[in-house]
């Protein structure tokens, strides 16, 4: 049982160019989350879906793109990366609550610099 | 809107208790949780409390919920230096929605 799984771990890119962050995640999941993490900043909600086929917009949502297509996969790109997408991404998991709390999962992160 | 605020920085003697606080803006939050992030990881649950109660204690961690006053604070007793992390303070006001979270506190833990 591998959890929330974020591919790649680290990546460098140039300004302009584009890449796609996976987050898969094995427990059945319905919700799905992608923040990032910046010093001083805390963690800030970029996207999230509700369940297969489904996203919404976060708190921070410009400048990147998502997509659902698999209950167990949550997409992230970017379409042309900029210095300040420079960050550490994590992509979270939880389950549909009925009523009571649900813990969310995080992945390991993905350190991406643009330069 | 939502806000969720926290101290930066703490730095307690082993041994120790730590007290981190955190206060948020939002009435309507249900869930108020403390996570734990230790360096190059994710976070971690370590510990959440329901709107309707004022403390909740496991084993080393006692968490403190002043509803009036949006204040929340996680106390971990006979602090040790594997307690040295960025801990978060989080809200959502159900168990369905995203969660919120502070800008982190860094514990640092002195031997």
């Known amino acids: 049982n591998a959890g929330v799984t974020q591919t790649p771990k680290f990546r460098v890119l140039k300004t302009g160019q584009s890449m796609t962050l996976l987050c898969a995640q094995d427990m059945n999941h319905e919700y799905m989350y992608w923040y990032r993490q910046d010093p001083g900043m805390g963690l800030r909600l970029i996207h999230y879906s509700v369940g297969e086929g489904t996203t919404a917009k976060g708190e921070v949502p410009d400048g990147y793109n998502v997509s659902r297509l698999k209950k167990q996969n949550f997409l992230l790109g970017l379409e042309s990366a900029a210095p300040s997408q420079t960050s550490v991404y994590f992509c979270?998991?939880?389950?549909?609550?009925?009523?009571?709390?649900?813990?969310?999962?995080f992945g390991q992160g993905t350190r991406l610099t643009v330069v | 809107g939502e806000d969720v605020e926290q101290s930066l920085f703490l730095s307690v003697r082993e041994g120790d208790s730590s007290v981190i606080n955190c206060t948020y803006t939002d009435s309507s939050s249900t869930y108020l949780y403390w996570y734990k992030q230790e360096p190059g990881a994710g976070l971690q649950l370590l510990t959440y409390i329901f709107s309707n109660m004022d403390m909740k204690q496991d084993q080393r961690l006692t968490v403190l919920l002043n509803k009036k006053d949006k204040h929340l604070s996680l106390r971990i007793a006979d602090t040790q230096t594997g307690d040295s992390a960025i801990y978060f303070c989080?809200?959502?006001?159900?168990?369905?929605?995203?969660?919120?979270f502070g800008k982190g506190t860094r514990l640092s833990v002195i031997a």
């Open positions: 979270a998991s939880r389950v549909r609550g009925a009523g009571g709390n649900t813990e969310a999962f």
């Open positions: 989080a809200e959502s006001k159900s168990g369905n929605t995203p969660l919120v």
